[in-house]
């Protein structure tokens, strides 16, 4: 079945650095969608990404989408302590009415 | 607008009790899932339903049990609760998932002992 892949699993980052995250899909992607888990919280919807080679930015985080649609990627220029959290990429299966998680990029921030 | 609203919070079980856990959402949403988390091993996909009066399951349905008779509340039921089901549990709607953004609640923390 699809698989979606995410890394790292996890990132520890001096406040101020850069930080990327990774999505790989085995199967082409209609769209993928980015979300992000603060610790203790719920999945909450970041951006959703549909066309091939499409960048989209949100303040410092800049998402992109690949030209096959197979992988995407997360990147934050110069990370503060609020970016801390888990970060999960998801993309509908090839089964209708399901999405694939990836497993999530843990980023911890050290002040 | 509550949006997903989960109950409860934690709850606490022995092996071979049963629970519902309760999910509702006030956005008129069709789409409605069931996803569990577990540590290292992401959001997995429990039961789905598209619409009032249809499920299906998703990756991980053994142990649970799932109706939707309205377009908001959407239960899940443990029939008889054992300690592989300690999770965090998160219910999500969607306006049409999966090309549609996922809306969860805050979750349910659910120990089996």
């Known amino acids: 079945g699809q698989q979606v892949m995410q890394i790292p699993q996890y990132q520890h980052v001096q406040e101020g650095e850069d930080f990327t995250t990774y999505c790989n899909s085995s199967t082409t992607l209609s769209n993928i969608q980015w979300y992000k888990q603060r610790p203790g919280g719920h999945p909450v919807f970041l951006i959703q990404?549909?066309?091939?080679?499409e960048v989209k930015k949100q303040k410092r985080l800049t998402f992109q989408f690949g030209e096959a649609k197979k992988n995407s990627s997360l990147h934050i220029t110069a990370t503060q302590t609020t970016d801390v959290g888990t970060y999960f990429c998801a993309g509908p299966s090839t089964n209708a009415g399901k999405s694939t998680f990836g497993d999530g990029t843990t980023l911890t921030v050290k002040p | 607008n509550a949006g997903v609203t989960q109950t409860p919070k934690f709850q606490v079980l022995k092996t071979g009790q049963s629970m519902t856990l309760q999910c509702a959402q006030d956005m008129n949403h069709e789409y409605m899932s069931w996803y569990r988390q577990d540590p290292g091993m992401g959001l997995r996909l429990i039961h789905y339903s598209v619409g009032a009066g249809i499920t299906d399951q998703g990756e991980v349905p053994n142990g649970y049990n799932v109706s939707r008779s309205t377009t908001e509340d959407f239960p899940l039921r443990l029939l008889s609760a054992a300690p592989s089901q300690t999770s965090v549990y998160f219910c999500?709607?969607?306006?049409?998932?999966?090309?549609?953004?996922?809306?969860f609640g805050n979750g349910t923390r659910l120990t089996v002992t």
């Open positions: 990404l549909v066309k091939s080679g």
């Open positions: 999500a709607s969607s306006y049409g998932a999966p090309n549609s953004p996922l809306h």
